[in-house]
T-cell receptor, first 113, second 112 residues
Framework: NAGVTQTPKFRVLKTGQSMTLLCAQDMNHEYMYWYRQDPGMGLRLIHYSVGEGTTAKGEVPDGYNVSRLKKQNFLLGLESAAPSQTSVYFC????????????FGPGTRLTVL | AQSVTQLDSQVPVFEEAPVELRCNYSSSVSVYLFWYVQYPNQGLQLLLKYLSGSTLVESINGFEAEFNKSQTSFHLRKPSVHISDTAEYFCAVSGEGQKLVFGQGTRLTINP
């Protein structure tokens, strides 16, 4: 059981480049989330999904897109990266109830120059 | 919309001293509350959670948190901290829709 995995672990982009972050979970969880962590800001929710084929906006969705074509995968895309998107990105999953705990991936450190 | 406020961004304490990390939340519905811990250069791990029942919940490593509905708080406490407790602590709330919303985090620094 790998839990929640994130690919890649590190990435450096130039302004304007695009990339996709992959989150995968092998626990058959319904809910999946993408957060960004910045110093003093805590974890801010970017987008989330409550099931295969569904996505919804979180607190800071601008500049990001997501897709959940398969239940086990949740992709986060940056179409045109900006320095303000330099951050550590965490993916999480939850089984499917509001009281369920979240299981977190190890994070992706993204730097946009 | 539900939200979480952690009142202290940093809390320095001496080893073996007690500590309290404060968390307040707002929500229009019944909530579930969580504390997560993040050790340096690692992901987040669940420390404890409140779902229902007894308002005092405990973790296996000596932390406890008390749910206070009237004050909309879920403060985290430990009677005697160790160097190994040095980490960042996040309070989170769930209840409205399927969102899991986090506070700003509190960095706990233990001095010998």
């Amino acid at each position: 059981n790998a839990g929640v995995t994130q690919t890649p672990k590190f990435r450096v982009l130039k302004t304007g480049q695009s990339m996709t972050l992959l989150c995968a979970q092998d626990m058959n969880h319904e809910y999946m989330y993408w957060y960004r962590q910045d110093p003093g800001m805590g974890l801010r929710l970017i987008h989330y999904s409550v099931g295969e084929g569904t996505t919804a906006k979180g607190e800071v969705p601008d500049g990001y897109n997501v897709s959940r074509l398969k239940k086990q995968n949740f992709l986060l895309g940056l179409e045109s990266a900006a320095p303000s998107q330099t951050s550590v990105y965490f993916c999480a999953s939850r089984p499917g109830l509001a009281g369920d705990r979240g299981f977190f991936g190890p994070g992706t450190r993204l730097t946009v120059l | 919309a539900q939200s979480v406020t952690q009142l202290d961004s940093q809390v320095p304490v001496f080893e073996e001293a007690p500590v309290e990390l404060r968390c307040n939340y707002s929500s229009s519905v019944s909530v579930y509350l969580f504390w997560y811990v993040q050790y340096p250069n690692q992901g987040l791990q669940l420390l404890l959670k409140y779902l229902s029942g007894s308002t005092l919940v405990e973790s296996i490593n000596g932390f406890e948190a008390e749910f206070n509905k009237s004050q909309t708080s879920f403060h985290l406490r430990k009677p005697s901290v160790h160097i190994s407790d040095t980490a960042e602590y996040f309070c989170a709330v769930s209840g409205e829709g399927q969102k899991l919303v986090f506070g700003q985090g509190t960095r706990l620094t233990i001095n010998p």
